[in-house]
C-alpha cells in the first residue's frame, strides 16, 4: 500500500509542478499577444513569427495543463449520475473509466503522436510560411508528452479509486489556498 501510495505522490507532484509551468506558459502567451496587439494596433506592423508563436505558447499551455486539469478534476464530465453515486460507486466510474477508456486513449495518442513527432524531426521540419518558426517538431513533441502526463495521472486516479473502493480513501493531496494557489500534502488518507 505505501508503494501504491508513492506512486500517487510522485505523478501528483509531477502534474503539480508541470501544471504550475503552464501557469508561467499562459503569463508568457499573454505577454506576447499583447506584443502583438500593440504592434499591430500601434505600428500597423505584425510578424508571422510573432502570430505562430501565440498559436504554440497555446498547444503547449493546453497539453501541459491537462495532466493537471485531470489531477484538480477540472475536466468537464456528464455529472447526471455520476454525482447522485455513493463515492464507493463514483471510484468504481473513475476506475473502469481509466481502465477502458484514458489509458487506452492516452496510448493511442501517445503512440501515434511519437511518429509525428519523430517524422517531423527527421526532416527538421519549420514553419511552411515566410517568417515563421523554425523547429515545429519542438511543438509536436509536447502532443505525446501531454498525453503521457494525463496517463499518469490517471494511474494515480486509478489508485485513488481503488482505495476508495477497499475503503481506504486516499487523500487528494492537493490544497488551495485563500487566492488559488495550489500546494502539496503528505497525501495520507484515512
Avoid at 513569427?49 to 498559436?55: P, R, T
Avoid at 484514458?102 to 514553419?127: D, N, R
Amino acid at each position: 500500500m505505501e508503494v501504491l501510495k508513492g506512486i500517487i505522490r510522485c505523478i501528483d507532484r509531477l502534474n503539480t509542478w508541470v501544471g504550475k509551468l503552464a501557469g508561467c506558459i499562459a503569463l508568457l502567451m499573454v505577454l506576447v499577444v499583447t506584443t502583438d496587439v500593440i504592434m499591430r494596433y500601434a505600428f500597423n506592423t505584425t510578424f508571422v513569427a510573432v502570430q505562430e508563436l501565440e498559436w504554440h505558447l497555446f498547444g503547449i499551455l493546453f497539453l501541459l495543463g491537462a495532466g493537471y486539469t485531470l489531477l484538480v478534476d477540472g475536466h468537464v464530465r456528464v455529472d447526471v449520475f455520476y454525482q447522485r453515486l455513493s463515492p464507493k460507486g463514483r471510484a468504481w466510474v473513475n476506475l473502469i473509466g481509466v481502465l477502458f477508456f484514458l489509458l487506452p486513449g492516452c496510448y493511442l495518442v501517445v503512440s501515434t503522436s511519437w511518429q509525428f513527432f519523430s517524422m517531423s524531426l527527421a526532416v527538421g521540419e519549420g514553419s511552411p510560411d515566410p517568417g515563421g518558426l523554425p523547429a515545429r517538431y519542438v511543438l509536436k513533441f509536447f502532443i505525446p508528452l501531454g498525453m503521457s502526463l494525463v496517463g499518469l495521472q490517471g494511474v494515480s486516479m486509478g489508485i485513488k479509486a481503488f482505495f476508495e473502493i477497499i475503503g481506504k480513501p486516499y487523500e487528494n493531496g492537493i490544497q488551495e489556498d485563500a487566492l488559488g494557489h495550489s500546494s502539496m500534502t503528505d497525501g495520507e488518507g484515512a
